[in-house]
């Protein structure tokens, strides 16, 4: 089993910043693809961003230069930094993570942390 702890989220105004962070702990193998998701209401589950083992990253087009993935290795740790927040970015971000380990290939998520930004 994989468990991912999500923390960061919270209520921001409009151009403001914060910073969510994703833990993996468990029987994790290699970790491959790292990322962020975000679903808000009445809203499909859509793509934020996502960073690979080798840090190759892939952006959503409406958060390209706005938001910043990263992660630490050593810590199972990833990283979404969100810059110049805007109302439209509120909704529930949720962390991803896949992988292989002794029972082959996983993918799990994080219970989801609340974004809101005010206007």
């Known amino acids: 089993q994989v468990q991912l702890v999500e923390s960061g989220g919270g209520l921001v105004q409009a151009g403001g910043s914060l910073r969510l962070s994703c833990t993996a702990s468990?029987?994790?193998?290699?970790?491959?693809?790292m990322g962020w998701y975000r679903q808000a209401p009445g809203k499909q589950r859509e793509l934020v961003a996502t960073?690979?083992?080798?840090?190759?990253?892939n952006y959503a087009d409406s958060v390209k230069g706005r938001f910043t993935i990263s992660r630490d290795n050593a810590k199972n740790t990833m990283y979404l930094q969100m810059n110049s927040l805007k109302p439209e970015d509120t909704a529930v971000y949720y962390c991803n993570v896949r992988g292989v380990g002794v029972d082959g290939w996983y993918g799990y998520w994080g219970q989801g942390t609340q974004v809101t930004v005010s206007s």
């Open positions: 960073i690979t083992s080798i840090s190759s990253t």
């Open positions: 468990g029987r994790l193998g290699s970790i491959t693809t």
